[in-house]
């Protein structure tokens, strides 16, 4: 008995679906649940510390001039960043490391993601979303695997914004492919 073309496509797109949703779970499955804390440092080294984290009872406002519905806001002079909802309240608001390279303000869609790579400063990061490109230089969020976020090389060009794991975690969950970022002054 021969299928009609519909129960054909019909099969198919179900198969296509679960297949997603396996690759959807297998992926999240291999994602930190709970980011590994970092290893205590020396005095001698605090300037490797991560930025204090923002105190809840005092967030900072989401600048004015950065746009409207579901964004990631990066402001380069602040060395901050604001993972906006749809309905614009309470964004998720945290500091991180600015590149060596950075873009220029404007409207941007996340192009690429990668789970885990080694950064061009060779080491391990995580959770990688790309989003613009300066002079042949991929910009883009990601952590260190290692929880550290040191000031990169000034003599080196490199377009890694870097952040902590668990910022990193909200930044894989929140910025999708397509997802806008805009960057302000």
Known sequence: MA?????????????????????????????????????????????????????PAKPVALPADSGTGMRVVYS?????????????????????????????????????????????DGVPIEHVVRFASTDGIAIGFSARVDGSMPAP???????GIRMTRADGDAMWAFATISSKVVVIP
Do not use: C, M
Request: net charge positive.
């Open 3 to 55: 299928r009609s073309s519909s129960g054909i496509v019909a099969g198919l797109t179900v198969a296509a679906l679960a297949a997603i949703g396996f690759l959807g779970w297998q992926a999240s499955a291999t994602a930190p649940a709970h980011p590994a804390k970092a290893a205590p440092q020396a005095p001698a080294a605090q300037q490797n510390q991560p930025p204090a984290k923002q105190d």
């Open 76 to 120: 380069v002079s602040q060395k901050r960043v604001w993972l906006v909802a749809e309905d614009g309240r309470d964004p998720r608001s945290f500091t991180v490391t600015p590149s060596t390279v950075h873009p220029a303000p404007g409207s941007y869609v996340v192009g690429s993601r990668s789970g885990t790579v080694t950064g061009t």
């Open 153 to 159: 090389d000034p003599a080196k060009k490199a377009g």
